[in-house]
């Protein structure tokens, strides 16, 4: 019943850390292609001209390997945790 709520708590916990991650690596990017974009166009004011670049920028991110990279959040302390089972459980 324990590795049953280890499982449990541990899903909940990674998955709320995975979105706090994931929310935080979207918003700098926007902030970093609003600031692009307001650099590149300093008389510009076209709001749909930016959030145009803006979208084209974050639909690249989500096609790049970064929004992959944070699923490894799931990934290392599970196999940590299920490392030191193992060692424990051997021994």
Same mark, same amino acid.
């Given at each position: 019943? !324990? /590795?049953?709520?280890?499982? %449990? /708590? !541990?899903?909940? !916990?990674?998955?709320?850390?995975?979105? *706090?991650?994931?929310?935080?690596? @979207? =918003? %700098?990017? @926007?902030?970093?292609?609003?600031?692009? /974009?307001?650099?590149?166009? $300093?008389?510009?004011?076209?709001?749909?001209?930016?959030?145009?670049? %803006?979208?084209? !920028?974050?639909?690249? #991110?989500?096609? =790049?390997?970064?929004?992959?990279? +944070?699923?490894?959040? #799931?990934?290392? $302390?599970?196999?940590?945790?299920?490392?030191?089972?193992? *060692? +424990?459980?051997?021994?």
């Amino acid at each position: 019943m !324990g /590795f049953i709520r280890l499982i %449990v /708590f !541990g899903f909940v !916990g990674l998955s709320v850390l995975y979105l *706090m991650i994931s929310v935080y690596s @979207r =918003s %700098v990017r @926007r902030e970093r292609l609003e600031k692009e /974009f307001d650099a590149d166009h $300093p008389d510009n004011v076209d709001e749909d001209a930016r959030d145009a670049y %803006v979208a084209e !920028g974050i639909a690249a #991110y989500n096609s =790049s390997i970064r929004p992959k990279l +944070i699923g490894l959040v #799931y990934v290392v $302390p599970t196999i940590a945790i299920a490392a030191i089972i193992y *060692m +424990i459980n051997e021994n």
